[in-house]
């Protein structure tokens, strides 16, 4: 029974997403370094859990929401504006076409062995062969941190080093016919320093990024003023040890002589639109996505929102969405798609997509994973392959729904004419090849030669897969 439900939730994912191949790019493949504690949550419990891996993931970050389509509030799902449409086809079908990826650990690129896996480590095989992906993004990041460690842009005197995109800032590399994606929020989410303090302010100094207070209704949208690389904030240094305040001085001391600080005046929007800035000072083109969902649950099934959990009402997710329509910019909302599909797995099942406890563990997978599966504990923020592997398939979606093709008017890969690495050839963590080939052979491509550009019904794919 627990493989059959799992069945039908991976025939909704795939039939959603028209079955495309699964192949690991590039990027940094290193272990994550920073480890949620955390136990998947997945209790029934009709109060706010602030308990529940809600701590500051250094490695990842996840966000959602549940609003319905409204283009004037910018609670769509897809929010892109008829200007933005066309440039993306426009651009999409010159070729030629890089997209680089700004993110968190949710995005990063992880090694074969790991099971722990970022969406964008698997957009690639989503995309036509003229358009790469360069895979930027790294764990423990924030919109704030990344900047000032001269992932974004280059900073004199800024000694910081990184792998990514041959060692060289997004801004440095970027052309006039590029992506900018950009995802952050786990990491930027300071709710449950405000909410206590004194056990939540290690990542104060370099992460965090306060939402400032709305006026109208609106976050504000503030980059703030740099400050000396000798000083920490108050909101750190009132809590940390010498010892750590000494460490920390250490880390910002590589950023140069001056770093956008927590209390510098700068909020997530401010920092979200310096993004959007150097993209289009570049001539390409910015997309923002809203972070993936983070496990755990009310006992009505729905996924809690509160400290540590994107903020309250998933205030991340909605400041993120603000900025979008503001700054008219393509947004993917990531963070509604995995909400979805956890609340459509149930807390029963949601922790067959996530990764396990330690994150660092490795093995072959799925096989390795299977065994340790029952043994380890199950975090609620990092997704294993097989769930980053659905998140890349959304994202995929939003950009066949907006026109993006290659200059071969190819949109999609389906899993019945091309072959799956080995390594990746059962997608799922639970059921065997045999069922994994069954399930492929039931999932229909789509293609730009079909003016309906319809999927199969998931009713459909559903019934026919759980007949097997």
């Not at 989410?189 to 207070?213: A, W």
């Not at 080995?422 to 789509?446: C, D, F, H, R, W």
Request: charge should be negative; glycine fraction near 8%.
């Amino acid at each position: 029974m627990k493989i059959k439900r799992f069945l039908s939730l991976s025939a909704l994912g795939l039939a959603m997403v028209s079955a495309m191949t699964l192949v690991s790019c590039g990027g940094d493949s290193s272990t994550e370094d920073d480890t949620d504690t955390s136990t998947t949550d997945t209790s029934t419990d009709t109060s706010t859990d602030t308990s529940t891996d809600t701590s500051t993931d250094t490695s990842t970050d996840t966000s959602t929401d549940t609003s319905t389509t409204d283009t004037t509030t910018d609670t769509t799902t897809d929010t892109t504006t008829t200007a933005a449409r066309e440039t993306f086809s426009k651009v999409a079908a010159d070729g030629n076409v890089k997209v680089y990826l700004a993110g968190d650990s949710t995005v990063k690129t992880y090694s074969d062995d790991q099971y722990i896996a970022g969406w964008g480590q698997y957009l690639q095989n989503y995309l036509p062969s003229d358009v790469e992906v360069i895979n930027c993004a790294e764990g423990g990041r924030s919109s704030r941190s990344f900047i000032n460690e001269g992932r974004l842009y280059d900073i004199d005197g800024n000694t910081t080093s990184f792998s990514q995109n041959n060692k060289k800032s997004i801004a440095s590399t970027i052309d006039s016919d590029d992506y900018l994606f950009i995802q952050f929020g786990h990491n930027d989410d300071n709710t449950k320093f405000i909410s206590s303090p004194s056990s939540n302010y290690s990542t104060v100094y370099d992460r965090m990024c306060p939402l400032g207070d709305e006026v109208d209704g609106k976050y504000p949208t503030t980059l703030g003023t740099k400050v000396a690389t000798t000083t920490l904030p108050s909101a750190y240094t009132q809590y940390a040890s010498s010892s750590n305040q000494t460490s920390a001085l250490a880390t910002i001391a590589k950023y140069g002589s001056t770093y956008y600080s927590y209390d510098g005046g700068g909020t997530y929007k401010g920092y979200l639109k310096e993004y959007i800035d150097v993209a289009r000072e570049k001539g390409a083109t910015p997309v923002l996505v809203t972070p993936v969902a983070r496990v755990s649950f009310n006992s009505d099934g729905t996924l809690k929102s509160g400290p540590g959990l994107h903020g309250q009402d998933f205030a991340y997710v909605e400041a993120m969405k603000e900025l979008a329509e503001e700054e008219d910019v393509m947004l993917i909302d990531l963070f509604t798609d995995s909400k979805e599909m956890l609340e459509t797995a149930t807390s029963t099942y949601a922790n067959t997509v996530m990764a396990l406890k330690p994150n660092s563990l490795t093995g072959t997978w799925p096989s390795g994973f299977d065994i340790a599966y029952d043994d380890n504990g199950h975090e609620g923020t990092h997704y294993n392959k097989y769930g980053a592997f659905v998140e890349a398939a959304y994202v995929a979606e939003h950009l066949i729904a907006n026109n993006m093709t290659g200059a071969s008017g190819e949109e999609t890969i389906s899993f019945t004419t091309n072959a799956t690495p080995s390594a990746y050839i059962n997608p799922s963590n639970l059921m065997p090849k045999a069922t994994s080939a069954a399930i492929e052979a039931n999932i229909t491509g789509v293609t730009v030669t079909d003016p309906d550009r319809s999927y199969p019904d998931p009713a459909d794919v559903v019934t026919a897969i759980n007949s097997l």
